[in-house]
């Protein structure tokens, strides 16, 4: 097989320009990097094209992957160190590329087949807060993740990553407005409930609906664009006095496993 050694390839170029979030937009792909991510990719046939440095051959693990993943995606392309780096996010790229679908659906769409928890990012804008949201989601086997607008991108490479695969088994409905979020919750009957720091009632306290569509705010002003008037409860998570209020992601993963409990 060929190897791609220059970065102004068409391919590479086309590729490389998934790190924008229009051409994510437009294409309806993105991009996953890493064994990890990739193997995840391929384990639930989310793999459109695979990049990889042939290194990645050298260890069992990598050997497997790259087994997978040449009988079943479009384009399978051996590319040289030089390429991989260019095309990669991080420092140091483990030989590893994967062009991807996004798992994306409308909110009209999007009806959960079993009761439980959706969460709402409300102008969360740390792409690690909300990978590790995705993570939690999939780890506690929440329905879908709802991304009002002015929500970083859950697409984007540090949230992919940081998701640690929950990307490719978690729903996301993206760059929606609470109106029509509000509209969805009525019709499928989940009940709003709100996280805020100190505020409202311990989360330990209350009865957690069988549907729940549980908000998590902005990193420093909380809820940005959620009227207080459409909130059922208000939930805080009680820390230590003089202790600083948990982060965004933490707070979310505290809340998911005591939802579903």
Not at 146 to 151: D, F, H, K, S, V
Not at 240 to 245: F, H, L, Q
Request: proline share 3%.
């Amino acid at each position: 097989m060929d190897m791609i050694t220059s970065i102004h390839n068409e391919s590479i170029v086309e590729t490389r320009k998934l790190k924008q979030k229009k051409h994510r937009e437009a294409s309806g792909l993105f991009l996953a990097e890493g064994l990890r991510l990739c193997e995840v990719a391929a384990a639930v046939d989310a793999v459109e094209q695979a990049y990889y440095h042939e290194a990645l051959a050298d260890t069992d693990r990598g050997a497997a992957l790259l087994r997978e993943l040449s009988g079943r995606t479009r384009r399978f392309v051996k590319v040289s160190a030089r390429v991989m780096q260019a095309m990669a996010e991080t420092e140091a790229p483990q030989g590893i590329l994967c062009v991807c679908k996004c798992r994306q659906v409308s909110l009209k769409d999007f009806q959960p087949d079993k009761e439980g928890l959706v969460l709402l990012a409300d102008g969360i804008q740390d792409p690690g807060n909300l990978g590790a949201m995705l993570r939690i989601l999939w780890a506690g086997e929440g329905r879908g993740l709802i991304c009002l607008r002015g929500t970083t991108d859950p697409f984007g490479g540090k949230c992919v990553r940081a998701s640690m695969g929950g990307i490719f088994h978690v729903p996301v409905i993206n760059g929606v407005d609470w109106p029509g979020v509000a509209r969805w919750a009525i019709v499928n009957g989940y009940e709003v409930i709100a996280a805020e720091s100190g505020a409202g009632r311990d989360y330990r306290r209350i009865n957690w609906p069988k549907k729940t569509l549980l908000c998590i705010g902005n990193e420093a002003q909380g809820l940005i664009t959620i009227p207080a008037a459409e909130v059922k409860e208000r939930v805080y998570i009680p820390v230590k006095e003089g202790a600083e209020s948990l982060n965004a992601a933490v707070a979310a993963g505290i809340l998911v496993f005591e939802a579903n409990r």
